[in-house]
């Protein structure tokens, strides 16, 4: 090649690549940005490259914008955050779908009560049991159901937030911050309300005053929301922490005009895989909230000590110390003893606090912190699965959060006691009159940081039901029945073989909640499966497969997936299930299904 006309190629190559206007190389903004954990070798529960190219194209985008990739995303502008989408997942054409807007006929009904399932759980002690009254299903009727609708979610691999249903209406949130109110019985819509964040908590109605209803709900940026239930008007809005990186996880409880929510981080404890990010000045929080003004009424820190320098790493960058212990799922209100009760994760970093995995109570009416049990210390970061593990603390554990909510049950002989499920593969029953002093444990799995009990058991008066993770290492999956008195063994019940074999993402964990109606248990699977099993003796007497294709009652098209973060919830004859999860492992869904019981 003549000199010239490779001087000239060159010139022409740079100015190029920095012309304002030049196309930013998606290929190179993913490496420098976002490589560092999605490639080989790193920690298993980060989607690798060719897990991410499955994903929507416009899925990727929101989770950089808005979602659970915000922080790092907040650094690229909105043309890089779209080169990465493009780089991964090249942009298909839905303009042609055609989506109904799928609008009800006329107004809501007035709302005249609060029957149904509300939240997280049907009551203050998350129990995750339902009423034969409220449930309007029996379990002679569990094998006759039957998907009466579907709603698909656009441009989603993942389906957040538990469907709450209340007096024949539905709510539910969105992973792209869309918040939906339907006709239960037809899946028709009523009014959406979008905020800036995703919304992963179940929404929780209550009144606030004569025949007016609020929706409650949290985004991932901690901001609480009160809507009129009715119309979908914003009441108020109350940002509870200021943290860059803190976002609203687990469905708030409403008792005595207050609200309690807890607040959650999982955005450093990933950034501190960055040898230059200053791990780490994350603390989790529980906050009381003034249901009709969101007045911030208290707030106490899971740590009580705020962060301080601690050391250096490697590179030189500052780290911080103590962090992370935050509150994943529902706080449990304990109205006997004035109390709620909350489980944590763990620290981030050095020094251990003996706040991370563990319950902690505090007093209804101050915040102030009661007491704490500590199952087991636990600092861990991404950086540990890390190369060099540039912020790694100095005797990392695995990763064994308490993220399920504890459950309050009574004893034959009076006695109330406190069910635990943590990620280490541990269940506890603890006593809330003695400091949370452990009553039995038992280990039902090897645990670790996807192991264990991930998101949720369900208990009634004689056993506790306990679906078992262990994605990694394995084996996976398993429902066990374990008496809530002594912690015995009642019955267990090991996975079916997954059908999906072989296909990215399946897997026979058991990572979702289960769900509970008089005789019998639901557990979700990453199989894309929903079972029902028998209290009495573990028998499986009911499977929907919702790995396959769906019509909407809105246009959209749609696909089940993994069961993961949410359970079903059942009122009014009806049940209701999320489908499609992708977050970190498991298989893209973007639906919510409808049942009812065939010929009733």
């Not at 609203?248 to 230059?276: C, D, H, Q």
């Not at 949720?456 to 306990?466: E, K, L, P």
Request: hydrophobic residues 35%.
């Amino acid at each position: 090649m003549p000199r010239s006309i490779g001087f000239l190629s060159l010139t022409l190559f740079l100015s190029a690549a920095w012309l304002p206007g030049a196309p930013p190389d998606g290929s190179a903004l993913f490496e420098n940005n976002c490589a560092l954990c999605h490639k080989a070798g790193t920690d298993n529960r980060t989607p690798l490259p060719e897990a991410l190219k499955r994903l929507p194209n416009r899925t990727i985008v929101t989770a950089l914008e808005s979602g659970s990739m915000k922080v790092q995303g907040s650094k690229l502008s909105i043309a890089e955050r779209q080169a990465i989408a493009d780089f991964l997942s090249p942009p298909t054409d839905t303009s042609i779908q055609p989506l109904k807007l799928n609008a009800c006929p006329g107004p809501p009904p007035a709302l005249a009560n609060l029957n149904g399932w509300n939240g997280w759980s049907a009551d203050l002690i998350n129990s995750r049991m339902q009423t034969a009254k409220e449930a309007g299903i029996s379990a002679s009727d569990v094998p006759k159901l039957k998907v009466k609708w579907a709603f698909g979610f656009q441009d989603a691999a993942t389906v957040f937030s538990q469907p709450t249903v209340v007096n024949g209406r539905l709510f539910f949130g969105s992973g792209n911050g869309t918040v939906y109110s339907l006709d239960a019985n037809t899946g028709c819509l009523y009014w959406t309300f979008k905020a800036p964040s995703q919304v992963r908590s179940p929404v929780t109605i209550t009144a606030i005053g004569k025949d007016r209803y609020a929706a409650f709900f949290g985004d991932g940026q901690a901001n609480m929301y009160a809507l009129n239930a009715q119309t979908g008007e914003l009441l108020w809005k109350t940002k509870i922490e200021e943290h860059k990186m803190a976002g609203i996880t687990g469905a708030a409880k409403f008792y005595n005009g207050r609200l309690y929510v807890g607040v959650r981080s999982g955005g450093e404890e990933m950034m501190a895989a960055n040898p230059k990010y200053a791990c780490c000045t994350f603390r989790g929080s529980l906050a009381s909230l003034d249901a009709t003004t969101g007045h911030l009424i208290w707030k106490t820190y899971t740590i009580p000590d705020p962060p301080g320098t601690t050391r250096k790493n490697a590179q030189g960058t500052e780290l911080y110390g103590p962090s992370g212990a935050a509150i994943w799922s529902s706080p449990t209100i304990d109205v006997k003893r004035k109390a709620v009760y909350v489980g944590t994760g763990n620290n981030y970093s050095d020094p251990p606090t003996r706040d991370s995995d563990a319950v902690l109570a505090f007093d209804l009416d101050t915040g102030s912190k009661r007491w704490s049990k500590q199952m087991n210390p636990d600092v861990w970061n991404f950086s540990c699965s890390q190369p060099g593990k540039p912020n790694c603390p100095e005797n990392p554990d695995r990763d064994t959060d308490i993220g399920a909510s504890p459950i309050l049950r009574s004893l034959p002989d009076g006695r109330d006691i406190l069910l635990i499920g943590q990620k280490s593969g541990m269940v506890y029953g603890i006593d809330p009159d003695k400091r949370g002093e452990i009553l039995w444990e038992v280990q039902i799995g090897k645990g670790g940081a996807l192991g264990g009990v991930m998101w949720g058991m369900a208990a009634d008066n004689t056993n506790v039901y306990v679906p078992l993770s262990d994605i990694f290492p394995g084996p996976a999956g398993g429902l066990f029945a374990l008496k809530i008195a002594t912690g015995e063994k009642a019955w267990t019940v090991p996975p079916p073989p997954p059908a999906c074999k072989g296909k990215p993402g399946c897997s026979p964990a058991q990572m979702a909640p289960a769900t509970l109606l008089a005789g019998v248990v639901f557990s979700g699977s990453l199989d894309g499966h929903l079972r029902a099993y028998s209290t009495a003796d573990g028998k499986a007497i009911w499977d929907l497969d919702t790995l396959r294709d769906f019509d909407t009652v809105n246009g959209v098209k749609a696909h089940g997936g993994s069961l993961n973060a949410t359970g079903p919830t059942i009122a009014g004859g009806m049940m209701f299930v999320n489908s499609g999860y992708s977050q970190l492992t498991g298989m893209a869904g973007n639906v919510l299904l409808a049942l009812t019981v065939e010929g009733k």
